[in-house]
């Protein structure tokens, strides 16, 4: 069997399953597709398996949107994409992905001290502008835009449906961003878009999975999930970073 196959079907599962529950599995996804497709160009694998994702997910989570949240994070996200397709392949990936990866951490602290000692750190009229850019920027650079979200998100007191609705239209609209700068440096061309369609039936198998475990789990295991999923990832920046 191709190895090459199997690994970009592992990373195709788990974006389906993301996708359609609880998220922020962006550096799980990475480092399984560059296992098979080495370098920046697993990006240009992966983009298109996530927009195609996202349209399926806006159509069955289009009800609930925070379309307040969004109409403040968007705008900021654009200027995060359009910084990170810039810098995209002149910095050092391991000293930007360790940096990243205490950042989240501190975050994902911050977030839990927040649970017990409320202050209006996630909420205030900033709170929106710099997850957006943030969100923009490592999303076109290092696919962590999901642990930045769902810690934006989580702090909103939003429901679970409605945390899931506005998370998967606003990476819908990133991701769009995030192609045009993918194309524009040559990141997607004919054999990347054949290494995405090679992942398909998971993509679609995982997609399944994830929306039926979402059905069963309370807003309570969410935002345990979404941590445990965080936490993995900023763990993945830090000690686990490609030799690319």
């Known amino acids: 069997m191709d190895m090459s196959l199997v690994f970009i079907s592992l990373a195709c599962l788990v974006t389906g399953f993301s996708k359609f529950s609880i998220g922020g599995m962006g550096l799980i996804i990475l480092p399984l597709t560059m296992l098979a497709f080495p370098g920046p160009e697993a990006l240009g694998v992966i983009i298109p398996l996530y927009l195609l994702t996202d349209f399926i997910a806006v159509l069955t989570y289009r009800k609930n949107v925070n379309w307040r949240v969004l109409a403040k994070l968007l705008p900021f996200g654009a200027l995060g994409v359009i910084g990170g397709?810039?810098?995209?392949?002149?910095?050092?990936?391991?000293?930007?992905?360790?940096?990243?990866?205490?950042?989240i951490f501190t975050l994902l602290g911050m977030s839990i001290w927040l649970d017990y000692h409320p202050l209006p750190v996630f909420?205030?009229?900033y709170a929106a502008s710099v997850a957006g850019a943030l969100c923009g920027f490592v999303g076109v650079l290092a696919n962590a835009a999901g642990p930045l979200m769902g810690l934006f998100l989580l702090e909103q007191k939003m429901d679970k449906s409605a945390y899931v609705a506005t998370r998967v239209w606003a990476f819908l609209t990133l991701n769009i961003m995030k192609l045009v700068g993918l194309i524009s440096l040559g990141l997607i061309n004919t054999e990347t878009l054949q290494a995405s369609a090679s992942g398909l039936p998971a993509l679609f198998i995982g997609m399944f999975i994830g929306y039926k475990?979402?059905?069963?789990?309370?807003?309570?295991?969410?935002?345990?999930?979404?941590?445990?999923?965080?936490?993995?990832?900023?763990?993945?920046?830090?000690?686990?970073?490609?030799?690319?």
């Open 85 to 103: 397709t810039y810098v995209l392949g002149n910095i050092d990936p391991h000293t930007f992905m360790t940096i990243l990866g205490i950042l």
């Open 123 to 125: 909420t205030n009229r």
């Open 213 to 244: 475990v979402f059905a069963r789990i309370s807003a309570e295991q969410l935002k345990l999930i979404v941590r445990g999923a965080i936490s993995l990832s900023a763990a993945h920046m830090l000690f686990f970073k490609s030799s690319n």
